[in-house]
């Protein structure tokens, strides 16, 4: 991975339970706070993608993921930095989920997402949610 100075390169996970997805509410204090996006962080140095998702999985929301299936991988330009991201379906994780961050935490029905503003950076994704559905293990195919 090369870095430059204004992009950095982020993980995100898809988890799942009982056919809804969770989504996170950015915390008061943190740039974009208000705004809705699925569970990640950035990538440290040396790091790779599974492991950043599993470290920033456990720092936000206590738990560890037992089964990561990468979906997507997507670059998007906000005024200040850009940004690339790979999402990864999460259907299994030990642990309890909480909001460790002080996040506000909801479980979304894929195919009505309803009105919480997502990070333009995750739009796409939702709306890609809300036309196929939840997937099953076995349905993934990754798309870049």
Not at 62 to 68: F, L, R, V
Not at 69 to 92: A, G
Not at 104 to 132: K, M, N, S, Y
Request: aromatic share 12%; glycine share 10%.
């Amino acid at each position: 991975m090369s870095r430059s100075s204004n992009e950095i390169f982020v993980v995100a996970a898809v988890i799942w339970r009982r056919g809804r997805y969770l989504a996170v509410c950015r915390p008061e204090g943190m740039p974009w706070a208000g705004w809705w996006e699925f569970p990640g962080g950035k990538i440290e140095a040396g790091e790779s993608r599974e492991a950043a998702l599993s470290r920033e999985l456990r720092e936000e929301l206590g738990i560890t993921p037992e089964q990561m299936v990468f979906w997507r991988e997507k670059r998007h330009s906000y005024p200040d930095k850009d940004v690339h991201l790979y999402f990864y379906h999460v259907f299994e994780y030990q642990g309890t989920l909480r909001p460790l961050e002080g996040q506000e935490l909801r479980w979304i029905d894929p195919g009505a997402p309803g009105e919480l503003a997502f990070l333009p950076a995750d739009v796409e994704l939702v709306d890609t949610l809300c036309r196929q559905g939840a997937p099953s293990q076995g349905s993934i195919e990754p798309s870049r």
